[in-house]
């Protein structure tokens, strides 16, 4: 690998800042290490070459110019398919979009188009978001870089693959349930949920819209940090964004001083159903965090055992009401329609060739749970649940300043391993899901190799609505006291990419 790859985005930056290369050059390289390993990593569905090398031009013609160009400017970034890209195809993983070129920029996209972030292209994810291991997207799987023949976690998988392979150095993905963090967990990356409603979800593709939230990936905390900066923010064109100043996460980041702060360990995410190699590298950390001056207590969360089935009843229930707009008629693909079948047909037609299995499954258990005579039985009763898993971290945060957990409960599983057993699946989102649920931030970060297969272990830290600052204090902190014990970045220890 060239050096150039290897960079962080905090480093590249500043080599782009001084001149000393050049934005071109920076994209070049990440286009050339796409077109050698992607091959086997399949992290992007789409590679937008030609636009890549437009911005990055744009970019370099108006630094030569004398222009102030923001922190980021002439990065390049992997964009999760989900989000709306102008004149490039977004298919949220689905055949029922496959070709669909959306007419506008969601407001993220706009935001890192004005920052001169350079997009290299959309990552591949599970169809709609629906999936843990990105086996479910319509266009194939993508595998983890630190083993070809394992998951890079889902539902971006695609955007937490192309960090690990060194296809970029940054990444967008979405997190209803944990598809930033998880993902982060398995492929030995970053990746933080902000709080709901601290990014803008206009012109992302809604799964289920009081749980979707969009979040920056990258390779460290502060690099992520930056990220975060420029999506981050009210928008009037989503009426759930929170109108309030944004974290100032940098400084966070920078500070990494968790002297005096009150950490929390959940009880009930930190136990049993974890992985012995998982819980091991999660007290190792917990104990580096109590070197740093932190004070560790156990907190008990007593209704986070319920939150999965809640979050799976919640979920489905808003899928089947966000895509019922993918008929066939008004845009993306279109069958049986050829003179011999009525509207409704077509429709049917429609969503039993676009739609995928795990698809077709949660929008059926989302319809039953919302049906007449089941409502209040499963969906109310799950907002009732959802209520005591909020009152429950309320609790927690008025006695300690962050929560954490392990982010997932195994290292990353083979491809197939889980594929036919939706509840094995589901499970892998067991620490993520409470935060989803109440709306608060979280963050994944690496903190080492599980001994008995050497494949990364991700660890939790949860914080306070509009407190997304901690995240970045805490995890720059832990961060940087495990470099000195590893003495390079985890990344540095996976093995080369071979086969592409």
């Not at 994810?125 to 998951?151: K, V």
């Not at 494949?455 to 306070?464: D, E, K, N, S, T």
Request: glycine fraction near 10%; charged fraction near 20%; include cysteine.
């Amino acid at each position: 690998m060239t050096n150039l790859i290897t960079l962080n985005a905090a480093d590249l930056a500043e080599k782009l800042a001084t001149k000393e290369i050049s934005a071109v050059e920076a994209a070049t390289a990440h286009l050339d290490r796409i077109d050698a390993v992607d091959g086997a990593v399949h992290a992007f569905l789409h590679v937008d070459r030609e636009g890549a090398l437009a911005s990055a031009k744009a970019v370099d013609t108006r630094r030569a110019a004398g222009e102030d160009l923001p922190t980021l400017a002439g990065v390049p970034l992997g964009l999760k398919d989900i989000l709306a890209t102008k004149g490039l195809p977004t298919t949220c993983g689905s055949k029922i979009l496959e070709g669909w070129k959306p007419p506008y920029d969601a407001t993220v996209v706009s935001k890192l188009r004005q920052a001169g972030i350079v997009i290299l292209g959309k990552t591949n994810m599970d169809e709609f978001a629906m999936g843990s291991s990105t086996e479910h997207s319509a266009f194939g799987t993508t595998h983890n870089p630190w083993d070809l023949t394992r998951i890079p976690g889902g539902s971006g998988g695609g955007s937490s693959a192309c960090l690990a392979a060194f296809e970029a150095p940054l990444a967008i993905g979405s997190d209803t349930g944990g598809s930033i963090r998880q993902p982060a967990s398995v492929t030995g990356t970053v990746g933080v949920k902000p709080t709901y409603g601290g990014v803008s979800r206009y012109g992302v593709v809604a799964l289920a819209s009081s749980l979707d939230q969009v979040g920056p990936c990258a390779r460290t905390v502060l690099d992520t940090a930056l990220l975060h900066s420029v999506i981050a923010g009210h928008d009037p064109m989503d009426s759930t964004s929170i109108n309030s100043p944004v974290p100032d996460v940098i400084a966070a980041a920078k500070l990494g001083d968790i002297k005096g702060m009150k950490i929390g360990v959940v009880k009930e995410i930190s136990g049993d159903g974890f992985q012995a190699g998982v819980k091991q590298r999660f007290d190792e950390a917990v104990n580096i965090l109590e070197s740093l001056g932190a004070d560790v207590v156990e907190v008990s969360c007593p209704n986070f055992p319920y939150a999965l089935a809640a979050y799976y009843l919640i979920l489905p229930s808003e899928c089947s009401s966000n895509l019922a707009k993918f008929d066939g008629i008004r845009f993306g693909l279109r069958a049986g329609d050829d003179g011999n079948h009525s509207v409704e047909q077509v429709m049917s037609i429609t969503r039993a060739a676009g739609f995928g299995d795990e698809v077709i499954r949660r929008i059926i258990l989302g319809t039953y749970a919302l049906s007449a005579g089941y409502y209040d039985a499963y969906y109310g009763q799950a907002q009732k649940v959802r209520t005591l898993i909020a009152q429950d971290f309320a609790k927690a945060f008025s006695q300690v300043d962050v929560l954490i957990s392990p982010t997932a409960p195994t290292t990353a599983f083979k491809i197939g391993e889980k594929l036919d057993d939706p509840l094995a699946m589901y499970l892998n989102d067991v620490a993520t899901i409470p935060l989803n649920l109440a709306g608060l931030p979280g963050m994944s970060l690496p903190i080492g190799l599980a001994p008995e297969d050497g494949l990364p272990v991700g660890l939790q830290i949860m914080a306070p609505a509009m407190a997304d600052d901690r995240l970045y204090n805490v995890g720059a902190a832990l961060e940087r006291a495990l470099l000195n014990h590893w003495g390079a970045s985890l990344l540095s220890q996976a093995p080369e990419l071979t086969g592409a």
